[in-house]
Nanobody, 131 residues
Framework: QLQLVESGGGLVQHGGSLRLSCTAS????????IAWWRQAPGKEREEVSC????????YYRTSMKGRNTISRDKAKNTVYLQMNNLKPEDTAVYYC????????????????????????WGQGTQVTVSS
């Protein structure tokens, strides 16, 4: 069973930066799509970004676009989410998820994989941005 572990969350001031890490101890993440999701209190979980397992293409989904970068370090078996210029509305629990691809081909078109469609999830790491 692939177990994902997130780290790097914490308390940061408005405008600050954090780098989250997602790793797995017994399985290689190299060929897997890894997505970062977040869930704020009282809100639905939303995808932040995804990195493809096929060619490391990256996709950015939310209002964090332009303020975050997803990357993969194959030697460390780790996927990172660098978040800059953080805002209080970025406060959430951040999760990484893994599956075979960032997108699914349905109805003749590609669409982002939904949260219910990811097979593996980590336990999450809390990010709190103070104003």
């Amino acid at each position: 069973q692939l177990q994902l572990v997130e780290s790097g969350g914490g308390l940061v001031q408005h405008g600050g930066s954090l780098r989250l890490s997602c790793t797995a101890s017994e399985f290689s993440l190299e060929k897997r799509a890894i997505a970062w999701w977040r869930q704020a209190p009282g809100k639905e979980r939303e995808e932040v970004s995804c990195i493809s397992g096929a060619d490391d293409s990256t996709y950015y989904r939310t209002s964090m676009k332009g303020r975050n970068t997803i990357s993969r370090d194959k030697a460390k078996n780790t996927v990172y989410l660098q978040m800059n210029n953080l805002k209080p509305e970025d406060t959430a629990v951040y999760y990484c998820a893994a599956d075979s691809s960032c997108h699914l081909y349905t109805g003749g078109t590609y669409r982002p994989r939904g949260d219910q469609e990811y097979t593996y999830w980590g336990q999450g790491t809390q990010v709190t941005v103070s104003s």
